[in-house]
């Protein structure tokens, strides 16, 4: 049976593409990670995604191809699944695409459990989280640091400074 180049199997193509890109970046990211950390609730969202694209898809909702398009999406989720997580020379890893250090405002640490902490890396209308081991921290800090990242006591006290400037300007 041939394969028709129309919407379902452009569908297809396409997410064919995605796991291809994924596959790339998941040895790219592989090799850049300096500090590793992982995703909170990352793996629970993946297989909700998951299952809801793969019931839409045998409900006819998406292609006609429901068997090619889930084994895609399927390979899809495996893949953001197990591509690494952490801190990179370019930034924060934390999926398919990576948070670049210079669209980060701040960072600030906060305990997660017993034995891990929380990074929260704070960026115009959105955060990323990582978890790392609580002896991972300075680790993380000082990589943090090293790329021009403010901590959060920094950042505040440049804002208040930049405002304290602002208003003895107007006088």
Same mark, same amino acid.
């Given at each position: 049976?041939?394969?028709?180049?129309?919407?379902?199997?452009?569908?297809?193509?396409?997410m064919?593409?995605?796991?291809i890109?994924? &596959? &790339?970046?998941?040895? +790219?990211?592989?090799?850049q &990670?300096?500090?590793?950390?992982?995703?909170?609730?990352r793996?629970?969202m993946? %297989?909700?995604?998951?299952?809801?694209?793969? %019931?839409q898809?045998?409900?006819?909702?998406?292609?006609?191809y #429901?068997?090619?398009f889930?084994?895609?999406?399927?390979?899809?989720?495996?893949?953001?699944?197990?591509?690494?997580?952490?801190?990179? $020379? /370019?930034?924060?890893?934390?999926?398919?695409? =990576?948070?670049?250090?210079? $669209?980060?405002?701040?960072?600030?640490?906060? =305990?997660?459990?017993?034995? $891990?902490?929380?990074?929260?890396?704070?960026?115009?209308?959105? /955060?990323r989280?990582? &978890?790392?081991?609580?002896?991972? +921290?300075? +680790?993380?800090? #000082?990589? *943090?640091? #090293?790329?021009?990242?403010l901590?959060?006591?920094k950042? $505040? /006290? *440049?804002?208040?400074?930049?405002?304290?400037?602002?208003?003895?300007?107007k006088?």
């Amino acid at each position: 049976m041939p394969f028709p180049l129309d919407f379902d199997s452009g569908l297809v193509i396409l997410m064919a593409a995605f796991d291809i890109y994924l &596959i &790339i970046r998941f040895f +790219q990211f592989r090799k850049q &990670i300096i500090v590793r950390g992982t995703v909170p609730a990352r793996l629970i969202m993946l %297989v909700i995604i998951c299952i809801v694209f793969c %019931v839409q898809a045998y409900r006819g909702a998406f292609t006609r191809y #429901a068997w090619a398009f889930n084994i895609t999406v399927i390979l899809a989720v495996l893949l953001i699944a197990v591509t690494p997580c952490g801190l990179s $020379k /370019e930034g924060i890893l934390s999926g398919v695409f =990576p948070t670049l250090w210079s $669209k980060i405002y701040y960072y600030e640490f906060e =305990p997660y459990s017993e034995k $891990k902490i929380r990074l929260r890396a704070h960026l115009a209308t959105s /955060e990323r989280n990582l &978890i790392f081991d609580k002896d991972k +921290q300075a +680790q993380a800090e #000082a990589h *943090l640091i #090293a790329n021009n990242v403010l901590s959060f006591a920094k950042y $505040k /006290e *440049l804002s208040k400074a930049r405002r304290e400037g602002r208003n003895s300007g107007k006088k």
